[in-house]
């Protein structure tokens, strides 16, 4: 499969195997909570060649995200909108600004963000990844690795970071797409 019939795939909402929410992402009920106050930026996907197991050479769909914001996964301008994603975060390179050391990893600390955090129930700096449509899903992002983010219904795919004021933040992570289910 070539670059172009890749980001295909993605286009025509190919049906992969049924996966439900793995054991790295940590679903909380957020019927009565809402979405942090960030700007939304819309994020298109790229391709990148990598290296397989084999030895061969593949192809990875891929949506680098910006930290200072909720990123809308999209494709040719519409909202990905799936009942499961499996993914994961590679490379991680974001910095929380003033004074923060740069990341490497999903979940830098042991505690929660608190008050003044946009999840205060969330690990201070976690990635966290939303599906929502009408109800909204939150995933707070713990582990490395692929993992699966699922949900009953379809719904629109963002990514973003938790944090107390993300304006400084610089870097980007990666979500790396391995399948999907519409």
């Not at 909380?28 to 909570?33: I, K, N, Q």
């Not at 975060?89 to 003033?98: H, N, R, S, V, Y």
């Not at 699966?148 to 790396?176: A, H, L, M, Q, Y």
Request: proline share 4%.
């Amino acid at each position: 499969m070539n670059k172009d019939e890749v980001l295909e795939e993605v286009s025509n909402n190919t049906e992969f195997p049924e996966v439900t929410k793995g054991q790295n992402a940590a679903q909380l009920d957020t019927s009565s909570e809402k979405l942090s106050e960030k700007k939304e930026v819309f994020c298109e996907p790229e391709v990148r060649e990598v290296r397989l197991e084999s030895g061969a050479t593949g192809y990875i769909t891929y949506w680098r995200i910006d930290p200072t914001a909720r990123n809308t996964l999209q494709k040719d301008g519409r909202n990905i909108s799936v009942r499961s994603l499996v993914f994961d975060l590679d490379p991680i390179a974001w910095k929380a600004g003033g004074g923060w050391p740069t990341y490497t990893v999903p979940c830098p600390h042991p505690e929660n963000g608190g008050s003044g955090f946009d999840y205060s129930g969330f690990k201070r700096h976690c990635i966290v990844a939303t599906m929502a449509s009408g109800i909204i899903d939150l995933f707070e992002i713990c582990y490395a690795g692929k993992q699966t983010i699922s949900r009953n219904g379809r719904g629109k795919v963002t990514f973003e970071v938790n944090d107390n004021g993300s304006n400084d933040n610089t870097g980007f992570f990666d979500v790396n797409m391995y399948g999907f289910q519409s």
